[in-house]
């Protein structure tokens, strides 16, 4: 099963509006990371939390990580059109570097 | 301009005929892995490498090949491609010199069908 699953599957929003995305997982792991993916394109990293952070913000973007529920969030405040894109996390494999493991994804639409 | 890049980006094939998808990168990144995108199944890893001539398993290696010869490169190759291969695939790479993977930089995939 997926190390990595995001929830919900999709979100549909409107521009101004915040978007909370979760991610949760079943090992141990190093970090964790945050995508985002335009429509067929490549991924582009957001942001990445090591397991002994709690909390990290770039920009509009705050992530969580709690290693004892071993789940994350992801929030975009002040959303905007341009946010519209699917968001993954991934989770390395604890022990075992270089295997980095993708959740499903949650497709977040705002809408103008 | 940093940027990692695969060929093609777009390829029909049939059943059986040996195909390889190169994947360049110009970041002299240690870290090189390879990916597939299903609907519904998110991205897969398929093989990833920390460094030259160092390859290891991802969780979907079957029915896959790759190499690491020089830094820069990692083609994917499929011996006999089979209709299930049909996917998004995509090359990323990551400095990988922090005693962890890091922040990846993909491609911008390549689209196989297999008929």
């Known amino acids: 099963s997926q190390q990595g699953e995001e929830d919900p599957q999709a979100l549909s929003i409107q521009e101004g509006e915040n978007a909370t995305m979760n991610c949760s997982y079943k090992?141990?792991?190093?970090?964790l990371q945050w995508y985002r993916q335009n429509s067929g394109r490549g991924l582009v990293h957001l942001i990445l939390?090591?397991?002994?952070?709690r909390e990290k913000h770039s920009g509009r973007l705050r992530v969580t990580l709690d290693t004892s529920k071993k789940s994350s969030s992801l929030l975009i405040t002040a959303s905007r059109a341009a946010d519209t894109a699917s968001y993954f996390c991934a989770t390395d494999g604890g022990t075992s570097y270089g295997k980095l493991t993708f959740g499903q994804g949650t497709i977040l639409t705002v809408h103008p | 301009e940093a940027q990692v890049t695969q060929n093609p980006r777009y390829l029909i094939t049939v059943t059986g005929k040996k195909l390889t998808v190169t994947c360049s990168q110009n970041?002299?990144?240690?870290?090189m892995s390879w990916y597939r995108q299903d609907p519904g199944l998110g991205l897969r890893q398929i093989y990833y490498?920390?460094?030259?001539?160092?390859?290891d398993k991802g969780d979907v290696p079957e029915g896959y090949k790759v190499s690491r010869k020089e830094k820069r490169n990692f083609p994917l190759i499929l011996e006999s491609p089979s209709p299930n291969q049909t996917s998004l695939y995509f090359c990323a790479s990551s400095p990988g010199d922090r005693g962890y993977t890091g922040e990846l930089f993909f491609g911008e995939g390549s689209r196989l069908t297999v008929l």
């Open positions: 939390i090591r397991s002994n952070e």
């Open positions: 490498s920390m460094n030259v001539e160092v390859t």
């Open positions: 970041m002299n990144h240690e870290y």
């Open positions: 090992t141990s792991i190093n970090n």
